[in-house]
Every structure is written in structure tokens, then in C-alpha cells.
């Protein structure tokens, strides 16, 4: 099984060439229930991590471990759709699984050299008693698939207002709608544009105030309700890591490029 995005419905690029200088990259993971081991890439599998370093603990729930979300050995990448820092090759994401006053999780967002064979690996502590179940991903395997993306939420405001009636006409007429069916991809995926559901709300860096950059999103399903994204052949309810975040919102992870450390931030929407 290798869950492939099926071939775009329409040349978006011919239709609305005024999208072409916003075209990214993005990589969908197509997470699929399997058994991933700690050296694989994954969604809820076991992470790489090192015995000697501490296991993360959550900031507002003090004592709470956190839960693996998303590993990502760069080498696993298609495409570098998202710039590693030097000498890391390993991206890991975990999150407090318990509920923030509505904030849903608490990221955490990991660079690491991957541990040589030999080094004592950690293993990952139990979730905690109080977890929401929709916040544990079921371990996953991941199929990393590169994209073309083009914005949606995220196209200026005045280029949206100038193809809207052509984005209508395109719909009345050969029934794909831009936003959902030729923007942007559903699902967990780096780089691209963020998956919005809703209004944008980007954040900015909080030590040098620049706009952030997107890293990932986390969609509770690859497919809401969307032909054009979604692979054939699989029953969209049983294949992936079973996430419910909020309705069928998702988690986006943005970072800094230019700060040291690689400061993050997080956005939801539900
Ligand atoms: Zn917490
Ligand atoms: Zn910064």
C-alpha cells in the first residue's frame, strides 16, 4: 500500500496563472495504522530519544509526560520542503494530550541529531490517566508524498478579490471548488501552506516580531469530505492515526528562522 494523491483535477496553474508565484512544496505523510519502530518515521509511533535526556513534560500540567505525535528522519523526505537545521536530521513533535481551557494540546517541537546505534534509547512513559483519547494518534507508518500547493486562506487579499468570480465560474462550471479541491492539501504534511479550515491567524515571532514560517499541519483526517485529495481505494474512517481535533480542525505548527534555537509557536482551528 502506498497512498498516493490522485492526479490534480484541474491545471490550476493555466486557470488562474496569477497563483503561480505563490506555488510551495509540501510534503504529506499519509500516515497509515502499522507498527513504525523508533528509527522509523512515524505518526504515534516511538520516538528516538535518548535515555540520558529527560522525557518533556507539559508546562501547564506539571509531572504530565507528553505523547509522540510525529517523527521525521529527513532522509525519509522526498522533497527538503522544510529546511533542517545543520547537523539535525531528525524532526520530533510531541504534545500534552490533556485538554489547555479549550486550547486543545500543547506542542513541542524537537530537532535532534539522531542517536548513533548503541546510544540507550528512552522509552516513552504511559500516557497520562487524564489524556483525551481523540489526542492520541494511533501509531501510524508514514508514506511522504511531495505536493505543488497553491494558497487558499492564505492568498492576499486583494489577488482573492480579483479571482473570486473566476474561482466561481470554474466551480458552477466544472464543479472543483479552488479552496478545497486545488489549494492546499488536508491531512499532517510539512511545509506548503498551513490547512486552514477557518480565518488565518499567523503568528509572529515573539523575540524578532517577523511573520513565522510554516513547519507542519495536523489535520484530524486526510479526507474531510475531499475527492481530490484523498487516495482511492481506502475507508477514510479506518486507515489513519484517528486524531478528533475539535471538529475536523487541525493543529499548525509555524517556527523562526531567524532567531537561534528555532523558536515555535502553534495555531488551531477547529
Ligand atoms: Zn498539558
Ligand atoms: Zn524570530
Not at 499532517?188 to 510554516?214: E, F, V
Request: net charge negative; with cysteine; glycine share 8%.
Amino acid at each position: 500500500m502506498n497512498p498516493r494523491t490522485p492526479s490534480r483535477p484541474l491545471d490550476v496553474e493555466r486557470l488562474f496563472p496569477e497563483v503561480v508565484p505563490h506555488r510551495r512544496r509540501a510534503v504529506r505523510l499519509h500516515p497509515r495504522a502499522g507498527s513504525p519502530g523508533r528509527r522509523d518515521s512515524s505518526v504515534g509511533g516511538p520516538l528516538l530519544w535518548p535515555a540520558d535526556e529527560p522525557w518533556p513534560l507539559c508546562p501547564e500540567h506539571s509531572g504530565s509526560p507528553m505523547v509522540a505525535v510525529v517523527q521525521v528522519r529527513r532522509d525519509d523526505l522526498p522533497e527538503q520542503v522544510v529546511p533542517y537545521p545543520a547537523d539535525r536530521d531528525l524532526l520530533q513533535v510531541l504534545w500534552c494530550p490533556r485538554d489547555h481551557d479549550g486550547r486543545w494540546v500543547e506542542p513541542l517541537v524537537v530537532w535532534r541529531a539522531a542517536p548513533a546505534g548503541g546510544v540507550a534509547l528512552a522509552t516513552a512513559p504511559p500516557p497520562p490517566a487524564e489524556a483525551e483519547r481523540v489526542y492520541l494518534p494511533r501509531p501510524c507508518t508514514v508514506h511522504p508524498e511531495a505536493v505543488t500547493e497553491y494558497p487558499s486562506w492564505d492568498l492576499p487579499e486583494e489577488l482573492w478579490q480579483r479571482l473570486e468570480p473566476r474561482f466561481e465560474e470554474v466551480e458552477r462550471e466544472r464543479w472543483w471548488d479552488y479552496q478545497n479541491h486545488l489549494s492546499t492539501a488536508p491531512g499532517i504534511k510539512l511545509g506548503g501552506y498551513p490547512a486552514w479550515c477557518q480565518d488565518p491567524r499567523r503568528p509572529d515571532c515573539r523575540s524578532c516580531r517577523s511573520p513565522m514560517t510554516h513547519l507542519l499541519s495536523i489535520e484530524s483526517s486526510e479526507y474531510p469530505l475531499n475527492p481530490a485529495w484523498g487516495p482511492a481505494g481506502e475507508d477514510p474512517a479506518t486507515v489513519g492515526p484517528e486524531l478528533r481535533l475539535g471538529g475536523l480542525g487541525g493543529v499548525y505548527l509555524f517556527e523562526c528562522h531567524r532567531c537561534p534555537g528555532r523558536p515555535f509557536d502553534h495555531r488551531f482551528d477547529r
